[in-house]
């Protein structure tokens, strides 16, 4: 018993070090669209994700990307107005009428 709860213990350690943090990208670097502001950005296997994402009926490969709800476009970067309170994100798919973006990227204004 005590073997298993190590093993286990060692095995989330490993898990925990070996994913990736989203990390913030340059704006400039953003090339599907316009930098998004969302509410909020979450893993695509998340409750509110999920859930968002069956009653719009969209199937992904890939629970574990970041999704952004309730988005809105900044058109242009660095003018004014063009701030973001909540998270600024580049997505690689913003075709959903700003309820939900797919495959975002935090990125730095």
């Known amino acids: 018993m005590q073997f298993k709860l190590a093993f286990v213990s060692a095995?989330?350690?490993t898990l925990a070090v070996a994913t990736?943090?989203?990390?913030n990208?340059?704006?400039?670097?953003?090339?599907?669209g316009p930098i998004q502001c969302c509410d909020s950005t979450q893993s695509a296997n998340s409750a509110s994700a999920?859930?968002?994402l069956g009653l719009l009926g969209i199937?992904?490969?890939?629970l574990n990307v970041l999704v952004g709800l309730t988005c809105?476009?900044?058109?242009?970067?660095?003018?004014s107005?063009?701030?973001?309170?909540?998270?600024?994100?580049?997505c690689d798919d913003n075709s959903h009428g700003g309820l939900i973006s797919i495959g975002c990227v935090p990125v730095s204004l």
Do not use: K, N
């Open 20 to 23: 990736p943090a989203p990390r």
């Open 50 to 52: 999920a859930a968002i």
């Open 11 to 13: 095995a989330l350690a």
């Open 25 to 32: 990208e340059p704006a400039s670097s953003c090339t599907t």
């Open 59 to 62: 199937v992904l490969q890939d």
């Open 72 to 79: 809105s476009p900044i058109t242009v970067i660095g003018a």
């Open 81 to 90: 107005g063009s701030s973001c309170s909540a998270q600024a994100v580049c």
